[in-house]
């Protein structure tokens, strides 16, 4: 074995490069894999194909989106992103090997996919930009081969003059990648003037490539020159993309020039500083906070809510959306009234996170209004969060979500026009034919377990203009619309103590007599045996059902409040989890929400 | 996924063959299930090529026979029924005053079926245009993806864009409008980070302040002056809500508007306290065919959103004096909506100066969300005014403009899913008489139609392409050097 490895050791390395790709992204970041594969919709046909292609970079884009449509299962995306930084470290080398590296210096191949791991780091960057970047080092390979195999200029200028808009129409940008590599690779190759003038006139034509193509394109310059697909957001181009670029150009003739030595502890320590830095490197790339509201989301998809509990549990959700994912997550295993203030309460945000205009947060607060029955804006939430995607693209969740409210609420034209779409693509086909198969039929939708109790629970008669001021009141309509809503009944009785708002809560709480219950859930107890001592001494004579153990907690907090209202000890469990703690000390919730403004539209 | 390869095969085992007019077809009483639906329509000469698919369900192949009653013929086959470009116009030529009648066959199981004929009317008025100009946009609420202005040759399927919001990132356009089809001069409006109105004349942009202090919004909804002299705006506070229940979507009202013309040579407002009342919401300007008369909008000035459902407008007018610039000194109300209950938003006075086109809703100034939306024509000589029932649906039917002869209109629609708005042309006689209208025609239309996720807003015909320089101009929208606007 040890001799295979150390006959192999470039492969081995190469591969463990390859799986450790596959395992990062199959395991914690595989929540990473959903968010990038919801944020666009691939779907067979001559038209998204020219679509696609009949951009700069056209086809590397639509290979990525083709390969990003399985990261829909996890384990295919890992897989394939383990893949592509294999082919990238394994091309790196190739193509230093062939400029004159040596072997010597093989452990340095791995920087640039490394770079561009930790540039990856950043969840807007394509998959678009690392298949360039393959086609670039393809492509700087077979320069090298025609310089090898042909004497004199003519070969080599014909092959720049075909591959130059080939390979940016192809592969967008990245012609760039390749052209700077072929001036580097030129310049060390043969210092003449002629020379010299010959590369300078490769550049140049590559640059005026881009540049007429400019003209043809309803694009800003700096988009053309910086790859249109390989960034999600257009506005800007970012500097790693660029440092990755210049370093991919580079490379394999900076390792060309190092020395040769026959060193073993030169490749030993070599290995160990990449992999200490490359470690650290793409750990420290991949902000936590952002990613862990990714994986809410990824969990809400998923419906994995005993998963979004226990993340909570571990790491107080702390955010408008991560703290209303959690209260979904309650929701749904209908313990929010119970335990709702054991979990850090931002007030109603936490509820219902402001509308933001971005592809983000909108998705789960869609699935809150979905699962409420509130279905036009469920239908609102999921459109706007898939016309707010930067570049463009449609995405697959969200248009089957904006189907399920099309078919609720039996337009189903619209949805048939969607279903239509979704036929043509990979993993939402089977639904796609399942849906159009139930269209019109009235019976099959309605005894559909969650289209059947949707309908059940939308607002039929009484329409009102959505206003985030008015939650309570459009939550009293759908729950007096059908008292079986018990999500309803439970976000009207949150929204109430998260906005402490007291009055209305005792006016709203009796209303859980007509709601499924074994018991009156605790943080109404806390409420309730807070609000009756107040006015009275003796606990025995609550005419509540409440029960003992939660009596004594909600007395030990009321007397130790009582004797110090700034005891540290309130802070601890089991005080910070009463609902009096989060009414007397906390100060979430004391400025009610702002009325969300009326949109504008000029 | 898998139907979708088998379509290919098939497909393509079907492009292998021609088809051959059948022979011994069973005939069908009744008229085919065809999308579009073109059965009886009018059209003008030389329009794009009625393609069109088959609507009964499953099939093998089709094959269409066009025969002119004033000679010559055509066929075609497959399963999408697409006819040669320069055959069609040739057919619709000589075909001019006369019907082009369709024999369609369709092959079911094996078998050849043959329905009844139809007729497609072609009409002796000329378009005189050269296609259409219109905003694509996906029907949304407030956040906006791709869009952009494009135009249409009506004589072919071809589609160009004359801007798009990849250019500037964020941007959005709307209300692309020229005078009287023309496009030597034309105006739209760009929200977003980089806000202004652009006029562009002869060639020469001009990019204004989106807003000015002495008004109460940016400048919307123009209409130029017969003379080129002006454009009149309405400036508005315009805001969005969401309704709840199923039927209904978003519901868009101005809690502020006025009215106003804009003189481009001097870049100053002519500003009447008569259009700017504090009372009233006054909108959609647009200019008689002469210029001497600016019709606009105005409904009373309720609080809003709790009365949102009182808002009714009516169709009014001023007299305007283009020499000098100046306004009369009365409204006077052409056509009273509110006394039927109802609100008259969007007047397009037709060039020859005989009718008034407006679309009439239950309640508000954007109809475009409204299903029970219908577009009503009045008759300025004999003041009488009725729903165009030939061209109307029971959904949404709204936003319309003339071509030049005053003998075609566009207009867009909500009818084929509810949602998605399309675009319909339809002919009026010199009696009055409204033709059956017909959807904009498409290359493979159900398949164009289906794959097509954005609405069509504010069409408007365009006598020859319009030249604009897209790529200056998105640089100029990002460059923030804008014209600021005075009043007089």
Excluded at chain 1, 26 to 37: G, H
Excluded at chain 1, 372 to 392: C, H, K, T, V
Excluded at chain 2, 182 to 191: I, S
Aim: charged residues 20%.
């Amino acid at each position: 074995m040890k001799k295979l490895i150390s006959k192999y050791w470039t492969w081995t390395l190469s591969i463990l490069l390859g799986v450790s790709v596959y395992l990062f992204w199959a395991y914690p970041y595989k929540s990473v894999l959903s968010y990038q594969e919801q944020y666009q919709l691939f779907l067979f046909g001559e038209d998204y194909f020219l679509e696609r292609i009949s951009l700069p970079g056209g086809l590397a884009d639509y290979l990525a989106e083709f390969l990003t449509q399985f990261y829909y299962i996890p384990v295919f995306g890992a897989a394939i992103l383990g893949v592509v930084f294999f082919c990238l470290q394994r091309l790196t080398w190739v193509v230093s090997r062939r400029c004159g590296a040596d072997i010597q210096w093989f452990p340095l191949s791995f920087i640039p996919a490394l770079i561009l791991w930790m540039y990856m780091g950043d969840e807007n960057v394509l998959l678009c930009f690392a298949i360039s970047l393959l086609a670039a080092l393809e492509f700087m390979l077979h320069y090298i081969i025609v310089c090898d195999h042909t004497k004199g200029y003519a070969a080599k200028a014909l092959y720049i003059l075909l591959c130059v808009p080939l390979v940016y129409w192809l592969f967008g940008a990245n012609v760039l990648t390749f052209i700077g590599f072929v001036a580097f690779y030129e310049l060390k190759r043969e210092k003449s003037l002629s020379n010299l003038s010959l590369t300078s006139q490769f550049v140049l034509y590559t640059l005026l490539t881009i540049l007429v193509s400019s003209y043809y394109l309803q694009y800003p310059l700096f988009r053309l020159y910086g790859g249109i697909n390989y960034y999600r957001y257009p506005a800007y181009i970012p500097f790693l993309q660029i440092t990755t670029m210049v370093l991919f150009a580079v490379f394999p003739i900076l390792t060309s020039v190092l020395p040769k030595m026959k060193m073993r502890i030169l490749e030993i320590t070599e290995i160990a500083i990449i992999a200490v830095l490359g470690f650290y490197g793409v750990k420290a790339s991949f902000n936590p906070q952002k990613y862990d509201l990714i994986e809410y989301d990824y969990l809400v998809r998923g419906e994995q809510w005993n998963k979004i509990i226990i993340k909570a549990k571990q790491k107080p959700a702390d955010t408008p959306m991560s703290v209303s994912i959690v209260n979904l997550a309650l929701s749904q295993r209908e313990e929010l009234a119970d335990r709702l203030f054991e979990f850090y309460q931002n007030g109603a945000e936490g509820l219902f996170p402001s509308f933001t205009r971005d592809m983000v947060s909108p998705v789960p607060t869609s699935e809150i209004f979905y699962r409420l029955g509130m279905i036009n804006d469920a239908e609102r939430y999921a459109f706007e969060a898939q016309e707010a995607i930067p570049n463009y693209r449609k995405s697959g969740r969200l248009t089957k979500r904006i189907i399920d409210c099309e078919i609720i609420n039996g337009h189903y034209g619209v949805a048939r026009k969607h279903l239509k779409r979704l036929q043509k693509s990979m993993y939402y086909d089977t639904w796609a034919e399942n849906r159009l198969a139930m269209l019109k039929n009235e019976d099959a939708i309605n005894a559909d377990p969650v289209y059947g109790k949707l309908r059940a629970f939308r607002e039929k008669k009484q329409d009102f203009l959505f206003s985030d001021q008015e939650m309570d009141q459009m939550l009293g309509l759908l729950l007096t619309g059908n008292m079986e809503n018990k999500m309803a009944y439970e976000y009207l009785i949150c929204y109430e103590l998260l906005q402490k708002d007291l009055d209305r809560f005792m006016d709203y709480y009796p209303l859980g007599q007509y709601i499924s219950y074994n018991h009156i859930p605790k943080a109404i107890q806390e409420i309730l045996i807070g609000n009756w001592m107040k006015t009275h001494s003796n606990p025995s004579s609550i005419p509540y059902s409440v029960d003992s153990s939660t009596l004594n907690a909600t007395l030990n907090f009321m007397s130790l409040y009582t004797k110090n209202p700034n005891s540290p000890d309130l802070n601890l469990v089991p005080y910070v989890n009463n609902a009096w703690h989060y009414m007397l000390i906390s100060n979430s919730g004391m400025e009610k929400k702002e009325k969300e403004k009326m949109k504008d539209i000029y | 996924m898998k139907n979708y390869l088998l379509n290919i095969v098939v497909l393509l085992a079907i492009c292998s063959c021609t088809v051959s007019q059948p022979e011994n077809a069973e005939l069908v009483n009744e008229q085919p299930p065809i999308y579009p639906d073109y059965i009886g329509v009018t059209i003008p000469v030389e329009i794009a090529p009625l393609d069109f698919d088959y609507n009964g369900g499953e099939f093998e192949v089709m094959y269409v026979l066009a025969k002119g009653s004033k000679g010559g013929e055509l066929s075609a086959g497959g399963t999408t029924i697409e006819f040669d470009i320069d055959d069609w116009h040739e057919l619709t030529r000589k075909n001019q005053g006369g019907t082009i009648s369709m024999t369609v066959y369709v092959k079911k199981d094996g078998k050849w079926k043959q329905y009844q004929d139809f007729n497609v009317f072609v009409s002796n008025y000329p378009l005189e245009e050269w296609g259409l100009t219109y905003r694509r946009i996906a029907p949304g609420y407030e956040v906006y993806g791709k869009l952009g202005l494009y135009q249409r040759d009506l004589s072919n399927f071809d589609e160009t864009p004359i801007i798009e919001n990849t250019s500037v990132a964020g941007a959005c356009f709307n209300c692309h409008t020229s005078n009287r089809t023309n496009p030597d001069q034309f105006t739209f409006h760009v929200r977003g980070d980089h806000g202004a109105t652009m006029v562009q004349q002869n060639g020469n942009r001009e990019w204004l302040k989106a807003r000015n202090d002495s008004l109460h919004g940016s400048m919307v909804y123009p209409y130029w002056h017969p003379s080129g002299k002006y454009c009149a705006y309405s400036t508005n506070q315009t805001h969005q809500s969401f309704h709840a229940v199923r039927g209904e979507r978003i519901e868009v009202f101005d809690q502020a508007s006025d009215v106003f013309v804009y003189d481009p040579n001097t870049h100053e407002l002519l500003l009447n306290t008569l259009l700017m009342t504090p009372d009233h919401y006054e909108t959609y300007p647009v200019f008689s065919p002469d210029g001497k008369t600016l019709y606009f909008c105005s409904s009373d000035a309720k609080p809003i959103p709790s009365e949102y459902k009182e808002i009714r407008y009516n169709i009014c007018k001023i007299d305007f004096n283009a020499e000098n610039g100046t306004y009369g000194e009365k409204i006077d109300t052409v056509f009273n909506a509110s006394i039927l209950g109802k609100s008259a938003t969007h007047p397009r006075p037709s060039y020859d100066g005989k009718y008034i086109m407006f679309t009439l809703s239950d309640y508000g100034c954007f109809p475009i969300w409204h299903n029970e939306a219908d577009n009503w024509i009045l008759n300025l000589k004999t003041g009488e005014a009725k729903p165009m029932k030939e061209a109307n649906s029971s959904q949404t039917d709204s936003w319309h403009n003339w071509n030049i002869n005053s003998h075609w209109f566009v207009f867009t629609s909500r009818r084929g899913n509810g949602l998605y708005t399309r675009l319909y042309l339809a002919q009026i006689d010199d009696h009055g008489n409204i033709s059956k209208p017909f959807l904009l025609p498409q290359k493979n239309p159900a398949a164009y139609y289906d794959a097509l996720i954005d609405s069509y807003n504010t069409p408007d015909f365009t006598s020859r392409k319009v030249e604009f320089d897209s790529r200056s101009a998105a640089h100029e929208i990002t460059s923030e050097n804008r014209i600021p606007t005075i009043v007089k």
